[in-house]
Every structure is written in structure tokens, then in C-alpha cells.
């Protein structure tokens, strides 16, 4: 299986650079995972697919404000830190900018002296650990020094910072938004709620692994990126009871699904756990858990765009991305949505 199998033709201006003014006024379409067979709704709609003792499974992670600035100590020169993951309580793995000079000892101040860094060690693909101090509680200084951490592809301002987190999100952590679940609001989740419809929340803290495109010509010599997932006894229950009663499971985006798939035994039942996910869907896999996949727009030749083809057919969601062309839909992150039913 190559990767080059998973290309596709992208024009810029598809690639949504503002989140629409209402969340679940996005394009919503529909395809068939079976036959391909393509529906084009509103993302409201969503709502009619689902149906009573059915169970929504979302990623209640929270974005932190992961990009900070500052200055090296001593030198004053400029420096930008990314926040990837958290490794131990005040030591993280961070991409580094400008990254050559940035040695092992290298100290920075963050924020007029609110946070200093120190970079303890080298690791892969050259991103730094870097021990932080401050006094106070970290998240709420990043709240005051930090700014949200776009993908490379958005290049507008982001206005409203919220609009880069689900209107569920909790549990501080990722890099990056679980982006299909940027579509919910709140009235949307209470009138799920009211037509018997479970919701499970899991965790899974997205990396900027995510966005990586895979670089082995052969799909299966690509080695995915580690996530900590969290998946508590009660999602776990809510889960097994739903399928146990007939129901399906319905991931909201890929980060959901690989967080259940992760944590499934080969006989289908979800496991209550926290632990490190490398999980790679692609066509061939055989879903333990998931049965129906909302999703957004996917770039070439990634694992996310690989895992949408293993739940359909390359062939299905190759003929989607080009309707979804056809009809002005609008890709990536703040872009449109999928359902895969």
C-alpha cells in the first residue's frame, strides 16, 4: 500500500482559514461507507442519523495556549516555543525556534520572568525537553503568556480564541483541536441528549503528530506518533452497555475513535485505562468498536485521510474529497464535516 495512494489535489482556497460564525452551520455530507452514496446536509442535521440507544463518543481535551515567546537568558535573543506533551510534571517536549542554538543548558524567560525554561535534553526528530519553573499554577500563566497553536496551513488571526475549542472541553493538554467536534454547541448536544441518545467522553491529547505527512513510500513501514489517552470506567460502561444493547458507536473525529480502538480487546469491549496510543488505522484494519465516523477533511496523504479510507474504501472517500470539491466545501480544521455512516 503506498502512500502516494492517498494524494490528492488541494487548491488553497479550500482550506477553510476562519471558523464560520455559527458552529453548526457547517456543511455536513453524508456518504455511505458501504455503497459511497453521498448526501449533502448542514451539520445540525447530524442529529437525524442518530438514533435512540445509539452512543456519541467525544474527545474532552482541551487545547492549551501552547505557543509562548520569549528570550534567551543572557543573550536576549527572540526564541518560540512550542509545547508538544507533557513528559513529567513540569518538563516538556517542545519544538524550538530558532533550534540550532538551542543546546542542552540554553535558558529562557517567558513573560517578563512568569516562567523560565531550561532545555534538559535533545530528543527525536530534534525537539528539545525543557524544564519549566514558575510560581503559581502553569496552565494559568500559559493562559496569560500563551497563544493557541494553529495549524501551519491557517494563516489568518484567530479572533476568538474559543473558536479553536469544543464547547466540551476540559482536560488541558493537547496541541491541537479534535476538530470534528468543533461543530457541536451545547443546544445541539442537550436535544442529542433528549432523543436517548448516550455520550461518552474520553481524552486524548492531540500532538502535532497529527499534521505530520507521512514520509515512507510504503503505508505500513510508517511509525505513528505516542498520544496519552485517558478512558474512565464510566465511558468504558457506557460503551460496552451500548453495544451490548444494539446500539452504535459514533465517534466524534478520528482522535475518539483511535482512543476506543486503542483501548478494545480483540472481543470488542472497551477497557477502562490511561496509557500511550501509536495506533495506526489503515485499510485492512478490522474496527473493534466504532461503527459510524464523524470526521472533517483531511490532508493528502495522511494517517487521518488513510484511517477515514479503512472505516469506507480508498475508492469511497477518494470520490467524496471530489464532490466535496464539486461543491465548495471547506477542508481542514475550521472546514466542513463527514459522516461516515
Not at 444494539?246 to 477502562?272: L, Q
Request: aromatic share 8%.
Amino acid at each position: 500500500m503506498k502512500t502516494k495512494d492517498f494524494y490528492y489535489d488541494l487548491p488553497e482556497e479550500f482550506i477553510a482559514q476562519d471558523p464560520l460564525a455559527r458552529r453548526e452551520m457547517s456543511k455536513l455530507m453524508v456518504v455511505d461507507k458501504e455503497t459511497g452514496d453521498i448526501e449533502h446536509k448542514i451539520f445540525k442535521d447530524v442529529i437525524d442519523y442518530l438514533q435512540e440507544g445509539d452512543c456519541l463518543v467525544l474527545n474532552d481535551t482541551r487545547v492549551l495556549p501552547a505557543r509562548i515567546y520569549g528570550n534567551r537568558v543572557g543573550t536576549g535573543g527572540h526564541v518560540e516555543i512550542l509545547l508538544l506533551k507533557r513528559v513529567d510534571k513540569d518538563v516538556w517536549e517542545c519544538l524550538v525556534k530558532p533550534g540550532k542554538k538551542a543546546k542542552i543548558g540554553y535558558e529562557i524567560s517567558f513573560g517578563d520572568g512568569l516562567l523560565h525554561g531550561e532545555i534538559v535534553d535533545v530528543v527525536e526528530e530534534g525537539n528539545r525537553l525543557i524544564k519549566f519553573t514558575y510560581e503559581g499554577i502553569f496552565e494559568e500563566i500559559l493562559e496569560k503568556i500563551g497563544t493557541m497553536p494553529l495549524p501551519p496551513y491557517i494563516t489568518h488571526k484567530l479572533e476568538d480564541q474559543n473558536r479553536y475549542q469544543t464547547v466540551y472541553a476540559v482536560n488541558n493538554g493537547s496541541a491541537a483541536a479534535p476538530t470534528a467536534g468543533l461543530h457541536f454547541t451545547n443546544e445541539l448536544l442537550d436535544k442529542i441528549k433528549e432523543k436517548n441518545i448516550k455520550i461518552a467522553k474520553v481524552t486524548l491529547h492531540v500532538g502535532l503528530g497529527t499534521f505530520r505527512p507521512v514520509k515512507v513510500d510504503d503505508v505500513t513501514n510508517h511509525k505513528m506518533h505516542s498520544e496519552y489517552f485517558e478512558v474512565s470506567e464510566e465511558a468504558a460502561s457506557i460503551i460496552n452497555d451500548t453495544k451490548e444493547n444494539g446500539g452504535r458507536i459514533i465517534c466524534v473525529g478520528t482522535t475518539s475513535c483511535r482512543t476506543i480502538e486503542s483501548a478494545a480487546t480483540d472481543d470488542g469491549k472497551v477497557r477502562a485505562m490511561k496509557d500511550n496510543t501509536e495506533i495506526f488505522i489503515y485499510p485492512g484494519y478490522k474496527f473493534k468498536v466504532l461503527d459510524l465516523l464523524i470526521t472533517n477533511f483531511h490532508l493528502p496523504e495522511s494517517t487521518l485521510l488513510m484511517l477515514v479510507s479503512a472505516l469506507s474504501s480508498k475508492e469511497n472517500i477518494m470520490n467524496a474529497y471530489e464532490e466535496a470539491k464539486k461543491n465548495d466545501y471547506r477542508f481542514f480544521s475550521f472546514g466542513d464535516a463527514m459522516l461516515l455512516k
